[in-house]
């Protein structure tokens, strides 16, 4: 095995260029100062030629890890003109478009190899098919996921943390305790950082028939938003319970499914009930970030004292912890983030909130913050069609409805599913407080990221905070 | 005999030959034989033929009444064949045309062996069964195995003469304990399955009305007995039965007396006398339940099924629509995926009307949840999905959504079953009330009583539809026929392409899935006696809006997609997924065409 340290010179030379023009570079907010190699291995070795590497990237004050797969070759292949880190004097592409050699790490994971300090393996019992070709799919954030013949799907994660990874660890804790709702777990990759072990990608089973609950509510939402209104009494509008789209059928399926998954994971990793000093802590953060959004964005100003005195509520709530449980849960719970397929809904991507850190990731916290990421989701699925048009009040009076009817069933799903099951902390519309608090900081969040991103939306989260401190609204 | 206590007095049949007209000296009643007739000619010889085969539901009394009388009856049928020829239909499913007092439709069959008067005789049926034949078109009826109506002669032997060759015919008990775990089918009108006789004094056993006492199965004479009645018929030449209520006819303590192991014994006599004695002839199930129950009709895998070669795919209809209103096509992905595989010489019977009700006892269970928690959240669906509509109204009248269901019904796995006048678009009356509002005449022309009859217009047996959008004067066949692009012609078109296609009727159904869920795409995948594959492509677009939808077709890379309705080719298959976009409630069907196969057609 050769190290190619020449090829690692000219890479690392290269990247602080093309780095922020990939989708998945979290650090885009500032220009990257330095980019060094901590680690290489050859994974294919010849022409073509495969390296599996992790950079170290600088920027400024703040140094991350990432790994890249980059391959070199002297008949260049077909892969798109974003994919090349320099073509000159060597040509150096980002391999996971490259399906020659992709294939290899599949091989590899079937063969259980070692190579270098990078262990491929498949989970304990799993045969996988040999010989697929994978393709990337484009429509992914912040990892890079290659789908291996509509089989298996490998997420490469972009940004490593060493230590174990909380998606692939809650994905076999899930499928331990016989969880119907997840993607099953089916090998791994591991590399190691800084002398720890280190998850770098993950392999699961790949479903062609799903659809994701974004696709659906918006299309349920659709439906709703073009019913006509009768000549007779223009005044009258059609309700979301009267149309066909009706959603609330899948939002209550979806909230069990939710509702199976938070008691499995308290089955197989256990919880514990939240302590007075954790509810200073999960307040003081609200707090926190509800002064650091409001300072960046005036549009919020208005909304503080009751978001403020919203969470401070949270703190009375110290006579009540022994029915407040804390355990592990999915983190960044979104429409997104379920798949609907004919077998039912699924949960997918447990890594948890991008922007939170390592730690936060991993602690255990309240299920009720998934429910109020799920509740938060419907909010934006309902009004995701009026965004940017002129506001017309009969369609906003509709999104309202559709939300409030669908996040009624997604909580009666989640209630009933608790209720005929072991462990679960039964209807989260009992534990309102917590609940409205979660979604109120889910919210300011929102308005944050609007602010920054994508200002047209701003509206939406702030119409919600209006609505939840008015008390008009009861999910 | 006194007129009152003759066995045959109910019958109405005088002057006919019918059941009971003698007894002979053991106490035995008389019946009419199958040598007592003429014979028809058989289709030609084809054992496969029901697996292509596209069916059509027509009421005797809905068609064409021949002698003025204001009834359709066989011989007016037989004047339709033509029509129904160039239409490509297969074969002709009859509801029952036997003798009946008609308090259950026909239903409650008071003789196996006599038609109806008001229909014609036998050798009116013989006729039909001719004609039809000369046009490869076949005929089935129903046969109900179950019971029969009380005004049988069987049944009246039996509650007389208790000791009597028929005293065991039925099921019978000195009270209306037993079998308690037996539900009640009927419940809006029946209180028990048991009903006391005072002639005999003694309770009967009944599972659907009471005025339909159950056969006694128990008894090897009964199976017997009915087991010539099927005889009879083939005889005659007929091309088969659909069975009607199959899952009831043994009863056992403990159990719900539904689908028990000799129940499907006695099927498997049936199919026996079926092969052996009338090859080619077909048994169709009736059993309104879910999939994985219904599979068991089609008896042994291993045998390549040796019960019922057909049985109806009763949830799948009610799914299309609903995932139709709900622009998803999970409702039917899901009902086909939990649908098991089926042996390999059965095939389902698929429809999206018939004259029956659409029942949601069958998804009660637990995992049944889903169509009756939708269906209980949206009173639309409930309300129109029962008896009451046709087609054409239940879908607005809308062109493209009738379009867009027949393509499913004629592409989905199963032999189509389509709905006298649904090919024309006819409505409803739903003024008539229970199950007659989709029993009306057949329009056949704008004249009087739309071309169906001669009689007086007071006498026909229900009003045909007059009302301005589906009034017999703006639907007819005589209009559509000579219109290239009406429903009618449109419907006989895509009968013709599905026929040219032989993956439709016995390809592997694979679903496509993908990232819309307002498109449902799969392919229809048929091996070829000489190695190759046909391959059809369906895509179809649930929603009212335009849909864009990305397929994975990477293992037909390489091969054209040709629209089988007008021959166009379509951009050949690449390494990434093939788009295509749909109008509101628009489908597509293609042919895959290998390079090589491209050149052939050149």
């Known amino acids: ?475 | 005999m006194e007129e009152g206590t003759r066995p045959d007095a109910a019958l109405g049949l005088d002057g006919v030959p019918h059941t009971g007209e003698s007894i002979t000296n053991e106490g035995m009643l008389v019946e009419p034989q199958s040598e007592d007739f003429e014979h028809a000619e058989q289709a030609p010889s084809d054992p496969h033929w029901f697996k292509g085969a596209v069916f059509y539901e027509v009421l005797v009394r809905a068609f064409t009444d021949s002698n003025g009388d204001g009834t359709g009856d066989l011989r007016g049928l037989a004047s339709r064949l033509d029509y129904l020829q160039w239409l490509g239909v297969d074969c002709l499913w009859l509801p029952p045309f036997y003798a009946s007092p008609l308090r259950d439709g026909g239903y409650d069959i008071s003789d196996f062996r006599a038609v109806l008067p008001e229909f014609g005789s036998v050798d009116d049926f013989v006729h039909l069964l001719d004609e039809a034949h000369k046009r490869n078109i076949r005929v089935i009826t129903d046969l109900v195995l179950n019971h029969t109506s009380d005004a049988h002669p069987w049944f009246q032997q039996s509650r007389t003469d208790p000791e009597g060759p028929y005293g065991d015919y039925y099921v019978w008990s000195d009270d209306d304990s037993r079998y308690a775990d037996a539900r009640i089918i009927f419940v809006d009108t029946e209180s028990s399955n048991w009903t006391y006789d005072p002639v005999r004094g003694q309770f009967y056993w009944h599972r659907f009305f009471s005025h339909q006492p159950d056969l006694n199965y128990e008894n090897p004479e009964v199976q017997e007995a009915m087991l010539d009645v099927l005889r009879f018929w083939l005889d005659l030449g007929i091309d088969g039965f659909r069975l009607d209520a199959v899952p009831y006819l043994f009863e056992e303590e403990g159990t719900n007396c539904e689908n028990l192991p000799r129940t499907h014994e006695f099927l498997k006599r049936c199919r026996k006398v079926v092969d052996d004695e009338y090859p080619g002839r077909i048994l169709l199930a009736e059993a309104n339940q879910w999939p994985s129950d219904v599979v068991e009709y089609f008896g042994d895998p291993a045998a390549g099924g040796d019960e019922c070669h057909m049985a109806f795919h009763f949830p799948l209809m009610p799914r299309i629509f609903m995932a139709v209103r709900r622009e998803s096509r999970f409702p039917i992905s899901e009902i086909l995926d939990q649908t098991p595989k089926i042996p390999d010489n059965a095939q389902w019977g698929i429809f999206l009307r018939n004259h029956d009700e659409l029942t949601l006892e069958m998804v009660t269970d637990e995992e049944r949840d889903y169509m009756y928690s939708e269906y209980a959240k949206d009173p639309r669906m409930k309300a129109n999905i029962g008896i009451r509509r046709r087609l054409a109204p239940l879908l607005d009248n809308d062109r493209n959504q009738q379009e867009l269901f027949t393509a499913m019904l004629l592409s989905l796995p199963g032999s189509p079953v389509l709905y006298y006048g649904d090919e024309i678009g006819m409505g409803d009356n739903i003024w008539l009330g229970d199950r007659d509002a989709v029993r009306t005449p057949m329009q056949w022309t704008p004249d009087r009583n739309a071309g169906f009859s001669s009689c007086d217009p007071g006498r026909i047996y229900l009003p045909v539809i007059m009302d301005p959008v589906y009034g017999y004067q703006a639907i007819n066949v005589e209009a559509q026929s000579n219109n290239a692009m009406s429903l009618l012609n449109w419907t006989r078109r895509m009968i013709e392409v599905r026929k040219q296609h032989h993956a439709f009727a016995e390809g592997e159904f694979i679903d496509l899935g993908g990232s819309n869920p307002s498109v449902l795409a799969y392919k229809r995948q048929w091996l070829r006696p000489d190695g190759r594959q046909d391959v059809v492509l369906c895509v179809n677009n649930l929603s009212r809006f335009p849909q864009p939808v990305e397929l994975d077709l990477a293992m037909h890379r390489g091969s054209t997609p040709i629209e089988l309705t007008g021959g166009v080719r379509f951009p050949e298959i690449g390494e990434l997924s093939y788009l295509l976009t749909l109008p509101g409630h628009g489908f597509y069907w293609f042919q895959l065409l290998e390079p090589e196969q491209l050149g052939e057609s050149r």
């Not at chain 1, 509008?237 to 399926?253: I, K, M, S, T």
């Open chain 1, 1 to 475: 095995m050769t190290d190619r340290p020449e090829l690692l010179e000219e890479l690392a030379a290269a990247l602080p260029r093309w780095l922020p023009s990939q989708r998945w570079f979290a650090g885009k907010d500032r220009p990257v100062t330095a980019v060094r190699p901590l680690a290489s291995t050859v994974v294919l070795d010849g022409d073509p030629l495969l390296l599996h590497v992790v950079v170290e990237v600088v920027q400024d004050d703040r140094v991350e890890p990432y790994q890249l797969l980059v391959g070199h070759c002297s008949q260049p292949p077909d892969v798109s003109a974003a994919s090349w880190i320099t073509t000159d004097p060597v040509g150096l592409y980002e391999a996971s478009g490259d399906a020659d050699l992709t294939a290899v790490l599949l091989t590899k994971m079937i063969e259980g190899e070692q190579v270098g300090t990078l262990r491929f393996a498949h989970e304990p019992g799993v045969e996988l098919e040999p010989g697929l070709r994978a393709r990337p799919i484009t429509s992914e954030q912040s990892n890079t996921s290659l789908v291996y013949g509509s089989r298996y799907i490998l997420k490469l994660f972009r940004k490593l943390s060493t230590g174990e990874n909380k998606d692939l660890v809650l994905h076999r804790a899930l499928r331990d305790v016989g969880s119907t709702h997840i993607a099953q777990p089916l090998g791994s990759i591991t590399g190691e950082l800084a002398g720890e072990p280190v998850t770098v990608g993950m392999l699961q089973q790949f479903l062609p028939d799903a659809v994701d609950g974004w696709a659906m509510a918006t299309t349920s939402v659709r439906d709703l938003m073009a019913a006509p209104s009768t000549p007779e009494d223009p005044g009258a509008q059609p309700h979301p319970d009267e149309v066909g789209g009706d959603f609330a059928g899948e939002a209550e399926r979806l909230g069990a499914s939710v509702a199976e998954v938070h008691a499995d994971l308290a089955r197989a990793l256990g919880s514990e009930p939240v302590d007075a000093g954790e509810l200073d802590r999960t307040v003081k953060a609200m707090l926190d970030r509800l002064d650091a959004v409001a300072a960046r964005v005036p549009d919020l100003i208005p909304h503080v004292p009751a978001l403020r005195s919203a969470f401070e509520q949270v703190r009375g709530l110290r006579e009540e912890t022994g029915i407040i449980t804390m355990q592990s849960i999915h983190g960044d719970l979104h429409l997104g983030q379920v798949l609907r397929t004919v077998g039912g809904w699924l949960l997918i991507d447990f890594e948890g909130e991008p922007a939170a850190s390592v730690d936060e990731r991993r602690a255990l916290r309240s299920p009720l913050r998934d429910v109020a990421g799920m509740l938060r989701s419907f909010d934006y699925a309902a009004h995701s069609l009026l965004v940017g048009q002129d506001a017309d009040e009969a369609h906003v009076e509709r999104a309202l409805e559709w939300a409030t009817r669908n996040r009624e069933a997604f909580c009666e799903g989640y209630a009933a599913a608790v209720a005929g099951g072991t462990a679960g902390l039964g209807d989260p519309r009992e534990q309102s407080t917590l609940l409205r608090a979660f979604e109120l900081d889910k919210a300011v969040y929102e308005v944050s990221y609007e602010h920054a991103n994508r200002p047209d939306w701003l509206g939406v989260p702030l119409a919600s905070i209006a609505r939840i401190t008015d008390g008009g609204d009861r999910t």
